[in-house]
């Protein structure tokens, strides 16, 4: 797998990163154990995150309930990507980009797209539209805004998920950037830059 070529270690972080699952808090290595059983690796993200069981068990817990949710991956990607631009997490956007590409089989059009918060999808754009405004608002959204989601086709418990989705998104983007995660996917620059 690509992201066993190109993990690797840099102490740059400013908290330590466990270098392996063995390293880990006892009580994060079988949810490490978990992703690299999944993934074929374990990214810093989720190694970062171990050095609080409770935080990694509550991250994986609510990203393994919306993955089954009724949103696409692609969906969900479009909208991670969205986030991790307006937050200016560099990380995420690198690791979105990479599972954008090669788990949810989105073009490189599409991806620049949702990083700006749109898509040629219409029923998609209107997802990445209201999440890229709770995102900057804080939550703060009105009426019509809930409305056009609804009118879009998305139901009661859609607009929840993309809800969930954001604050998934937003936790891991300020993770990363609080704690200067080590990037370990193929590096991309915010768009701004």
């Known amino acids: 797998m690509l992201l066993n070529e190109i993990n690797r270690r840099n102490d740059m972080s400013r908290i330590p990163t466990p270098a392996s699952i063995s390293e880990a808090p006892q009580a994060s290595r079988a949810l490490l154990e978990a992703v ?9 993200l989720f190694r970062i995150t171990a050095n609080s069981p409770k935080t990694l068990e509550g991250y994986l817990g609510l990203n393994g309930a919306l993955s089954a949710g009724s949103l696409s991956a692609q969906t969900r990607e479009r909208i991670a990507l969205a986030v991790a631009e307006i937050n200016d997490c560099e990380y995420c956007l690198a690791a979105h980009d990479y ?14 797209a949702a990083r700006r918060g749109h898509s040629d ?8 539209e209201f999440a890229a405004k709770i995102t900057k608002d804080r939550g703060n959204v009105s009426n019509d805004d809930v409305q ?3 009118s879009a086709g998305y139901s009661d418990a859609e607009l929840v998920e993309i809800i969930g989705n954001v604050a998934l998104n937003v936790l891991t983007n300020y993770i ?15 768009l701004s830059e």
């Open 36 to 44: 690299n059983s999944l993934l074929g690796t374990v990214p810093n």
């Open 99 to 112: 599972l954008g590409r090669n788990v949810a089989k989105l073009s490189s059009e599409e991806i620049e």
């Open 121 to 128: 999808d219409e029923k998609a754009a209107v997802a990445l």
């Open 148 to 150: 056009k989601v609804r």
């Open 176 to 190: 990363n950037r609080v704690l200067a995660t080590d990037i370990d996917f193929p590096s991309v620059k915010p």
